[in-house]
């Protein structure tokens, strides 16, 4: 007696119960965060360093802090438009697209067929048969279902994977992020150093017309040299020729803005050309612990999920070790009549347990396997190369930070005094108590001493973007830039 369609169904359903339980076994090894040695402080505070332990949004949109509405414009007009930031958005989107149809090989497929053909045989074929018989029509409808029964965790650990890879490219974003704004607020900075640079040279230049002219009266008069006014004009003429070259570097400073903000290098000149001072130093901030920072570089994050990833990708290889099941089914109607197509007897059927298994290739499984296994071990070199050079980074940043700011509160001091210098030895000079070279070599003095503060309070405002930068401190989350450029398209 021919087994019931019921009965046969409950030992499909049977069957799958049975894999189900079975699936939660997955082979190959289990991500674990690798330990590393990490110092409990830094060696180097900054002065302002706050006691208090930041909050979790602490420093929230830090470049905000320098109190400079056009630098937070040309910020948040590069995280909008910034290419490579709309690349690297992309590119998670299309991994985020991968892993969601990854995740599907979980489910069976299922799927749709339909056929109608007419045939007719030759006479030959069926001899005294009437030509109106020997042609036959068919029709077939089916839907097919198959599904792999991820028995040793072949899918799952795929999907882990996957999912790993989709952690690493938000991460990637996250840094990129983080390079973007630190380049723009960098950018910034050095345009208004060079700006102020320039106003000093000017300045200066204003002042040495000046001593020239008195030269240039006094030989008149009878009481100079022409020596003395060569001398006052090569002066003049050494100070004038720092300009082109701070010009240069000004219009540089302005084509890079306009191209991290997603403009033609040209398109900020009207806006950034009026001189503007440095934006004044941040608050005090706190680094926290070495321990804090790697929970928040993205980069960290970036190296761990490709660990992560490297990883299971060892559990992908190690599963073709083992039989691959697949459970196939088939439903559908055959008829060579419309009418009889759903009809009783027109019932078509299949249950299939498949079975693929590459016992006979195990070689070439395990060069898979070892090659999976090299790739985790790099990663892991990689993840560990990573939390050094951030430790690293922000040793150097606030080292630095630190030591620029000695140096500005040293030059702060040697520009007031020269500039009093310059202005005492020029009173001499017009009361006839000193020569002109005692003029001259107090106002290249002083001219030195002003460019030394202005590059020095330059270095000090980008050494905090880079302390900033190195702690990955008051940066965007994905999300914002995603909506924003999402609404661009």
Known sequence: MPESLPRRAGRVVLLAAMAAAIAACMVGPDHVRPAMPVPPSFGELPANATAARPTPDANARFWESFDDPLLVRLVEDALVANHDLRIALARLDQVDALLRGRRFELAPIVTATGQAGESRSSADQMPGVDRDARDVDSLEIAAVASWELDLFGRVRRGIEAGGADAVAAEADLAALQVAVVAEVVGGYVELRGVQERLQVARGNADNQRETLRLVEARLDAGRGTGFDSARARA???????????????????????????????????????????????????????????????????????????????????????????????????????????????????????????????????????????????????????????????????????????????????????????????????????????????????????????????????????????????????????????????
């Open 235 to 489: 002066q003049l003429e050494g100070t004038l020729s720092r300009v082109p070259a701070l010009e240069a570097a000004e219009a540089v400073q302005m084509h890079r803005l306009s191209v991290l903000t997603g403009q033609a290098p040209g398109a900020l000149r009207a806006v950034l050309s009026p001189h503007a001072p440095l934006p004044a130093l941040p608050p005090a901030f706190d680094p926290g612990t070495p321990g804090e920072l790697l929970r928040r570089r993205p980069d960290v994050r970036a190296a761990e999920a490709r660990l992560h990833a490297a990883t299971a990708r060892v559990g992908v290889a190690t599963a073709d070790l083992f039989p691959r099941f697949t459970l196939g089914g088939l439903i559908g109607s055959q008829a060579i009549d419309s009418g009889a197509l759903f009809g009783r007897d027109s019932e078509t059927r299949l249950v299939a347990l498949g079975i693929d298994w590459s016992f006979l290739d195990v070689g070439r499984v395990r060069a898979r396997i070892a090659a999976a296994e090299s790739g985790a071990e790099g990663e892991l070199a990689a993840y560990q190369q990573t939390v050094l050079r951030a430790l690293e980074d922000t040793e150097n940043a606030l080292v630095r930070y630190a030591r620029v700011r000695e140096e500005d509160a040293h030059l702060a001091r040697a520009a007031a005094d020269s500039r009093e210098a310059a202005r005492l030895a020029r009173v001499r000079f017009e009361a006839g108590a000193a020569d002109l070279f005692e003029v001259l070599d107090a106002e290249r003095t002083r001219l030195l001493a002003e460019e030394a503060l202005a590059g020095v309070r330059t270095r000090s405002v980008t050494g905090a973007v880079g302390v900033y930068r190195a702690l990955a401190g008051g940066w965007p989350s994905v999300s914002p830039a995603r909506e924003a450029v999402a609404g661009r398209r």
